[in-house]
DNA sequence: GACTAAATGGAACAACCTTCCCGTATTGCG
DNA sequence: CGCAATACGGGAAGGTTGTTCCATTTAGTC
């Protein structure tokens, strides 16, 4: 095709192109915290960024497409996770990060354009799952370490047990739009823990009853 | 005024008008499985429904709007929840309903469409709190049944149990995008039952050890 | 500091969304 | 069965957004 075998904006990342990439994204999520993903045109990004739409055509070549990057940009500032010693104050710290950052004006919105823009295009879709999917396995280790001092049974899926600490608290923010408070996490927190003390995380083993087989 | 006081279509809602609408829901059920929200366009839906595309303004005025009928629709088609006689089963039922519906191609395109909707339109917001809200509400009586029954701890929310069934199936469909299988049902069942039957559900009570402080 | 290729910006064009106007068809009622 | 008000349908106009072409500017290199 025309594209000389690579994406606009790779070859010669320095300089210009940055600061372009840079106020496109930063325009993006402006728009984002006023109109939502369903009001963002490629029209006013453009103009707010002072930039040609023809770059956020050729560079980004859809709406999808920007908030895609902008998860992609976010996924690259990897927040190291928590080791306080103990596995309850760590899913703690866990839970309310992601309240606080549920609760931001511009990440807040931005994860909702982006969980929008993924039930419709499967760039925004991959660029959310990656995101995710790495945050589960940095926070996973926080599990693995408290297997490791005893505090949860051996062979707890840490990945599952993270899942359930966000769980509650998107399903408030996207389903039943109940606010997401700090008592939201502290509950989700509880509650997951109880259950992975009783072994219900344990992988492979569906432990219902009181005492395990 | 322009209007009689009254919206378009609830004055004589019978005959034709009705006919219009129910043309109309089913178009933009079509609409939203091809295309996803963003994809949605009063023109396709008024062509495809077969009805003039300014009956479809006039009653519905945008596409936030055409999916928040939807769901308001689904809304009043109440389906009553299971009375198996032990919790775990019922859970199990309500949790595998949730993932057929999500799994269903029509009724999972639809909840996407209208959770995206939500995002950035209030009517959309509503409905959508309106629906899940009423949903777990008509759930909650299976969990104070237990309660009664002495399957579960005196105090027990029953509005959180059947929330927390639901939420990682959920957090799986639109956040992590993974496959929303029975088998991920049978673990929110088995986690959730587990979490309650340790107490952590009993409203005011953060029971986070083994034993009460 | 000059050269080459990459990236950008402005303008033009097409497509779409949305509204307005008015004639027509249908409903509910007497 | 006839009347009056309601709701619908079609087409055209105005505005906004999507998309592409080409000259100009800039980054990276010798």
Same mark, same amino acid.
């Given at each position: 095709m025309e594209q000389p075998s690579r994406i606009a904006? &790779?070859?010669r990342p320095g300089g210009r192109t940055a600061r372009v990439r840079a106020a496109v994204l930063e325009a993006t999520q402006d728009e984002l915290v006023e109109h939502g993903f369903h009001g *963002?045109?490629?029209?006013?990004?453009a103009a707010r960024a002072g930039v040609g739409k023809t770059t956020v055509y050729r560079r980004w070549g859809s709406t999808p497409g920007l908030v895609a990057d902008l998860m992609t940009e976010l996924a690259n500032q990897s927040s190291p996770h928590a080791d306080t010693g103990g596995i309850e104050s760590d899913l703690r710290v866990n839970a309310l990060a992601v309240v606080e950052a549920l609760n931001d004006g511009r990440l807040g919105a931005t994860f909702q354009a982006v969980i929008a823009a993924a039930t419709c295009d499967e760039q925004a879709s991959l660029a959310l799952r990656t995101f995710y *999917?790495?945050?589960i396995e940095e926070w996973t280790s926080v599990v693995d370490l408290a297997v490791a001092r005893g505090e949860l049974p051996?062979?707890?899926d840490g990945g599952e047990v993270i899942r359930?600490?966000?769980a509650p608290l998107y399903y408030r923010l996207m389903i &039943?739009?109940?606010p997401v408070t700090a008592e939201a996490a502290e509950w989700s927190v509880a509650r997951t823990l109880a259950a992975a003390r009783a072994g219900a995380f344990v992988t492979g083993a569906l432990v219902t009853? +009181?005492?395990? +087989?």
């Open positions: 904006g &790779t070859v *963002l045109t490629m029209d006013q990004v *999917l790495r945050r051996v062979g707890t359930a600490i966000a &039943t739009r109940e009853g +009181g005492a395990p +087989g």
